[in-house]
Structures are given as structure tokens and as C-alpha cells.
């Protein structure tokens, strides 16, 4: 029966190159690699006039509203054939031009300040403030921590030579913090927006002293980076930007493709919702005690076997939204018996969960919506990248 169905599957046709959509067979298979990635959410300001009008003040100023306004729903599909033709093969020539569905895409510093219409500053502030991290004293990286943290705040990591490297976005006072979101999303999508690297730090300082940036060239050399990452798995960004550049290159749209949403505005109530008091005893006790080893506290019994229900019901919950067998449980063990009489016992209160915040619960509703369609999308991406590879390998064996 098996080579029955060997003899059936062989006879699908391998997957052929798609010269409409890709400039070459490696670029392909660089888009089939990445189609499963996931996105940094880009992230806009949106504040009524009588509101953070410092923000708002420094958006007009600089001439950012036009980057802000780019902040909507865009094609995630787009992004990744834009990103996989522009992978450098090792014989390339290092460029700032892609080709997205038969149209050239410039997507240089100059292409990015034109759509945005931002001029190229003389200097960049952003620039000069990295190249300026070289031979700081430590005495001045605290400098910084004032500046932008709240009091009691503290470097995380520190090298050898004594030098921090970052602190918790969590500890910056709350106009700092919000430039910080907007620059590690929107304007430097980076993955980790938790722990501020000093590169970042140093970012935000020159946004907060007015200093000129150059925005295309960050957004440019990131998309660079980007575009040719070597490791195994990464993040990318900037879909609204690159969408935005394919469209003013005349790209089509497919009724295929599939929509990335952008991640909860920055708005008066999450300005309300970030800490301005000094970082206390207890959310410093708080970070030790998660690092600390489990050596140091005795567990009884009972808190061990409690631990092993909750996460029993947490790795049915996980199983069942991501349609996958339960490990080591079925619906007539013991265990699995004993994890749904736990659940019932301790069901989770909604409205505690939420605090009582309807605007809470909407918000979580709107975020499940969108990791929903994105993991249809990787899953659909995955599916096909499987596929291609098994119809590959069915044909090689057949020749």
C-alpha cells in the first residue's frame, strides 16, 4: 500500500521557478526559507490635540507625521518577496534596489527621505552619537540612565571593561519611553523592544534634544541588514514603509495577499499607563528573584504537584490552539483527568485577569485577532514550503 502511494505522490510536478515573481532560483528558495518569519509590529502615535502635546509637538517639528500617518494595515506578502529578492548572492554588488513583482524598488536613504519628505541632513545625530560610545566613562553612561530612566533604575549588563550595555525599557520615564517604543518599531524595528540597548539609548537621547536624524538611512540600512541576515531564524520589519515604496513603484496587489496589522497605537492611555514614580525596592527584588536558582527555595509537595497541573492545563490550552497532539496525555489518563479537575477548581478569573477594564480586554481580543492571522499565514507558508521540498525529493527519487 505504501508504494501505492509512493508511485501517486511521485507523479506531482516539482516546484518550478517563478520568474514573475523572483529574479532568480536562489531567491526563491530564500522566500520559500523566510515565509514563516514573523514581523516586528510597526507602531504609531495617536494623541487628540490637547494631548502629550510635547510629542506631538516634536512630530510636527520634524516633519514625522508623514512616517506616523504610514502606520496601517499593509501587505505582509509584499514585504517577504521584497525582502527575498533582495538577498545578496555572494557575487552581488552591494545595492539599495529590490524588484517586487516585475517592478524595481529603490529603497535607499535618498528613496526613503523623498517618500517621507524628509531632507538628508549635513549630520545625524543618531551617527554621531553611536560613534561617540567608543571611550565613554562609565560616569557618563549614568549620565544617561538619569536622563532617560526613572530614579533607582539600573544598567543590566555590564562588559568587562566595565562599560554597561543596556537597560529595561520598563525603567524609562514615560515621554522617554514612548520615543523609545516608536524608534524600535518604527523607525529601527528591532526584535527585543524589553531590554534597551545602549545603540537605542542613544537614539532616543538625540530625539529628545531635537537633533537632526536621518531617517532614510536608518530605515535603509536596516532593511539592508535585514534583507541578508545569515542566521537560522530572525525577525524583520518595516512592512508599512516597504509596501508604501511598492506602491509608488507601480507594485500590484494580489487578492492573495495576506495583511500584516501594525501593533496598538501609542496613545493617551498608554501614556497613562507608564510609570513616572522611582523604581522600587520591590520591582528590583522582583527581576534578582526570577534569575535567581532554585537552590535557594524550598518547594513542598503540594506547591509541586499544584506546578505540574497549572502546567498540564497550560499545555492543553497551547495543543489545542495550535491543533497539535497533547504530548503524553490522553483524554482517558489519570493525568489528564486530574489537569481538567484542577482546572475546574481554579478557573481563572476574566474579569480579575483584565482588572476590570473592558478597554483591556477589547485590546487583548484585537491582539489575538492579529497573531491569529499571522500564524495562519506562517503556518499556510510553511505548509508550502513542506510541500515543495517532499514534491523535490519525490522527484529525485523518481529520477
Sequence with gaps: MSARKRTRLSTAPPPQFNASKFLGIEHQRRYEKISGFRFTDERAFSFKPSESTEITQELNRRNWDSLNSLIKPSKLTIALEFFANAYRLE???????????????????????????????????VQRRRNELIGKSREEYDEILRELCRSGAEWQNVTENGNPTMFRHKDMMPIPKAWGSFLVQTLESCSNSSEFRVQRVVAVQAILHEEEINVGKLISDNLVRMANEKKNTWMFGHCCIINELCKNAGVVIDSSDVDLIPKAVIDQGWMDKCRDTPVDDNERTRKRRQSSS??????????????????????????????????????????????????????????????????????HHKAEMRELKHRQAQELAHFKFEESQHHEKEHQEET
Excluded at 319 to 327: A, C, I, Q, V, Y
Aim: negative net charge; aromatic residues 6%; proline residues 4%.
Design 91 to 125: 557575487q552581488d554588488i552591494e545595492t539599495h534596489t529590490t524588484v517586487v513583482r516585475g517592478k524595481t524598488v529603490d529603497f535607499s536613504a535618498e528613496a526613503i527621505n523623498n517618500l517621507l519628505g524628509l531632507p538628508t541632513p549635513l549630520e545625524c545625530g
Design 294 to 363: 532554585l537552590k535557594e527555595h524550598q518547594v513542598s509537595q503540594r506547591d509541586m504537584q499544584q506546578y505540574l497541573m497549572a502546567s498540564l492545563n497550560f499545555m492543553q490550552d497551547v495543543s489545542r490552539n495550535l491543533h497539535l497532539s497533547e504530548p503524553i496525555m490522553d483524554d482517558q489518563s489519570a493525568l489528564w483527568q486530574a489537569a481538567q479537575k484542577y482546572r475546574k477548581e481554579h478557573a481563572p478569573s476574566i474579569y480579575e485577569r483584565f482588572e476590570g477594564s473592558r478597554e483591556s480586554l477589547e485590546q
